[in-house]
């Protein structure tokens, strides 16, 4: 079984940047960004977790919510087994935990919340104004 570790959230002013990456461990995790399709979540409190970007595992082939076209970047380092979620100009309706996730059940791009089956515990993104 895969496992996701989330880091590089943090507390950002409104307008700053920040770098969050996934890691994969345990059984065939040096594949899981080749042959997966991959996300990156987040649940603000009170709201409904929500997808931010999809990136195929087959491809380079990336989806993006509206609210952060052209703020954010997702992006695999294989070398490195980990999915990277660049995030700039950054805004306090940003403020969530961000979460990564992987469709064993695809290996292009996944859009679908309910199709993701391995989960990340989560990493805290707080926008201050």
């Known amino acids: 079984q895969v496992q996701l570790v989330e880091s590089g959230g943090g507390l950002v002013q409104a307008g700053g940047s920040l770098r969050l990456s996934c890691a994969a461990s345990?059984?065939?995790?040096?594949?899981?960004?080749?042959?997966?399709?991959l996300g990156w979540f987040r649940q603000a409190p009170g709201k409904e977790r929500e997808i931010v970007a999809a990136?195929?595992?087959?491809?380079?082939?990336?989806y993006y919510t509206k609210s952060v076209e052209g703020r954010v970047t997702i992006f695999k380092d294989n070398a490195k087994n980990t999915i990277k979620l660049q995030m700039n100009s950054l805004k306090p309706e940003d403020t969530a935990v961000y979460y990564c996730?992987?469709?064993?059940?695809?290996?292009?791009?996944?859009?679908?919340?309910?199709?993701?089956?391995?989960w990340g515990q989560g990493t805290q993104v707080t926008v201050s104004s």
């Open positions: 996730a992987v469709d064993q059940s695809n290996a292009g791009l996944s859009t679908t919340l309910s199709w993701y089956d391995v």
């Open positions: 990136i195929a595992g087959s491809s380079d082939s990336a």
């Open positions: 345990g059984k065939q995790s040096e594949r899981t960004f080749a042959i997966y399709g």
